[in-house]
């Protein structure tokens, strides 16, 4: 609808994705050609995804790097696991606050690999799953959270046209509610 109010007439190229009940930024190129540049660019590291999570409880560390295998879980057409078998994954996290009383964190994470529920799975196994995640939450919701509280909330990345180096930022969405507000607290998040 957008690029037709625009008089754009053109097929949507999507670049990455991004899981159900996950928000955030999702890039969507006007043409194959800029899809394709994107895609090569990631590859080669020159765009880069962050994300950030509620996590319960917080992590034991205030930084770290999971590397663990992930391979579909053969009893679910969805649901991932830890796998020796499975494919190579790398998760980096840091922690950008902690809230003890409540027992949760907001933790900021950046992807070395893309699996299909890499942080989701990666954080679950560790024991600090992601707050709403219904599949990898292994205690359920004690925070009430409307979706698993995962947003892609930072993209840099080179313009594959103009040359530009270009840096996107997302604020959460509002169904976040107290969650949202405490990432607004985070004095080096520079949303």
Known sequence: CHLRRK??????????RLDKDTTGIVLIARNAYVQEELRKSACAGSFEKRYIAAVSPPPPCDAGVIDAPIE???ESIIKRKISPEG????????VMYRNEAEDYAIAEFVLETGRTHQIR??????????????????????????H???HAYK???????????????????????????AVKDIPDMRL
């Not at 494919?87 to 840091?94: D, M, Q």
């Open 7 to 16: 008089g754009i007439y053109s097929d949507i190229h999507i670049v990455g």
């Open 72 to 74: 579909r879980d053969r």
């Open 87 to 94: 494919a190579r994954a790398v998760t980096h996290y840091r």
């Open 121 to 146: 799975v990666h954080t679950s196994y560790m024991g600090f799953p992601v707050i709403g995640d219904t599949l990898y939450a292994p205690e359920g919701d004690r925070f009430g959270a409307p």
């Open 148 to 150: 698993q509280l995962l």
């Open 155 to 181: 993209v840099s990345l080179t313009h594959p046209v103009t040359g530009e180096r270009l840096e996107l930022t997302a604020d959460p969405p509002p169904e976040w509610g107290r969650f949202a507000e």
